[in-house]
Each structure stands twice: as C-alpha cells, then as structure tokens.
Nanobody
Framework: HVQLVESGGGSVQAGGSLRLSCAGS????????MAWFRQSPGKAREAIAV?????????????YYADSVKGRFTISQGSAWTTAFLEMNDLSTDDTGMYYC??????????????????WGRGTQVTVS
C-alpha cells in the first residue's frame, strides 16, 4: 500500500523560507518520479516542481519547475528515492496554497499532467502573509 505524507508547511512572512518534505512508503522504485503540486485559493492545482528518478530525464533534465517558482524553489530526492523535498525561498503571498506530493513509477512526458500520477499525499498548507 503506497502512502505519501507531506510535512513542513506552515505560516511564514513574505520573503521567508520553508522546506517541505514528502515521505513515501510502500514502494521502492528506483526511477520513481516525484512531484509537488500547489492549489492556491480560487485556482486549479498546478505542478510546480518535478524530479525524475536516477536515469529518466524530463525533456533532457532531471527536474522541472514552473516559471513562477524558478530560481526560488528547489526540488530534491532522498537517497532511497522515496523521499522528496521542496526548498522554498523568497516566498510571496502568491505562494499561499495547499501543497501536494505526487509520485509514480516514471515521469510523464508532460510533467505537469496531474492525471498521470498514481499516488498522492493529503497535502500540507503553506500560508504567506
């Protein structure tokens, strides 16, 4: 039984930083694709960062970032490929939302395609004021 559990959310002032964690269990795929999605109030859920497994590439790279977070957010994976982190710096009020971790055996061609991901966490709230 695959489970993803997010942690690290909270309230922070604009300009601050947070580090989100996603702990996966119930699978050991070495090429697991892990992603962070965000759902802000009144907006659709969007992919903000994706990281591929040890050999797969996402359009020639191992990571994808939404334009809105490039240069500010960094996604990484733990050595066991079942843990993902999202380092978020220089946060703004636009970053407020529920952050969800998602995973699948491989990354989709379009890393933003939410319907591809088989496994989801319940989310962790980030509030920037």
């Amino acid at each position: 039984h695959v489970q993803l559990v997010e942690s690290g959310g909270g309230s922070v002032q604009a300009g601050g930083s947070l580090r989100l964690s996603c702990a996966g269990s119930g699978y050991t795929y070495s090429n697991a694709c892990m992603a962070w999605f965000r759902q802000s109030p009144g907006k659709a859920r969007e992919a903000i960062a994706v990281i591929s497994g040890d050999t797969q590439k996402i359009s020639g790279d191992s990571t994808y970032y939404a334009d809105s977070v490039k240069g500010r957010f960094t996604i990484s994976q733990g050595s066991a490929w079942t843990t993902a982190f999202l380092e978020m710096n220089d946060l703004s009020t636009d970053d407020t939302g529920m952050y969800y971790c998602a995973a699948d055996i491989l990354c989709p061609t379009d890393p933003t395609e939410s319907s591809w991901y088989s496994f989801w966490g319940r989310g962790t709230q980030v509030t920037v004021s």
